[in-house]
C-alpha cells in the first residue's frame, strides 16, 4: 500500500514557476514508476509526465516538454515536477500517481495509487 500526498500548488502569473512535490509513504517506494496528470476544470484528466524507479527514465506529453521537469529521491520518497514558463491553460488540479512495474504509462488505468491532488492556477 502506498499513500501519496501532494503539495507546492498555488497561484501564479503566467510565466512564472511552481514546484509541485509528491511524498510517498511505504517502504518499496523505489520499485514504483511514478507520474504526474492534470485535469483541468470541466475536462478529462490527463497525462502530464512520468519517471521509471530509478530516475533514468522520463516522459513528457508535448504540452508541457520543455517547461516541466519531473525527478524523484528515492531516499526521501518523494518525487517532484518542476514547472516553469507556466500558462494559463496549465491550470488544472494536478496529481500523483504510482504503479508498480518498470515501464511508463501515460493512460492513468495502469496506475495503482493516487493523491489526492493540488490546484495549480495561472493567472494571464
Known amino acids: 500500500q502506498v499513500q501519496l500526498v501532494e503539495s507546492g500548488g498555488g497561484l501564479v502569473q503566467t510565466g512564472g514557476s511552481l514546484r509541485l512535490s509528491c511524498a510517498a509513504s511505504g517502504r518499496t517506494f523505489s520499485v514504483y514508476t511514478m507520474a504526474w496528470f492534470r485535469q483541468a476544470l470541466g475536462k478529462e484528466r490527463e497525462f502530464v509526465s512520468a519517471i521509471s524507479w530509478s530516475g533514468g527514465g522520463t516522459y513528457y506529453s508535448d504540452s508541457v516538454k520543455g517547461r516541466f521537469t519531473i525527478s524523484r529521491d528515492n531516499a526521501k520518497n518523494t518525487v517532484y515536477l518542476q514547472m516553469n514558463s507556466l500558462k494559463p491553460e496549465d491550470t488544472a488540479v494536478y496529481y500523483c500517481?504510482?504503479?508498480?512495474?518498470?515501464?511508463?504509462?501515460?493512460?492513468?488505468?495502469?496506475?495503482?495509487?493516487w493523491g489526492q491532488g493540488t490546484q495549480v492556477t495561472v493567472s494571464s
Open positions: 500517481a504510482a504503479k508498480r512495474g518498470g515501464s511508463i504509462a501515460t493512460m492513468s488505468i495502469p496506475y495503482d495509487y
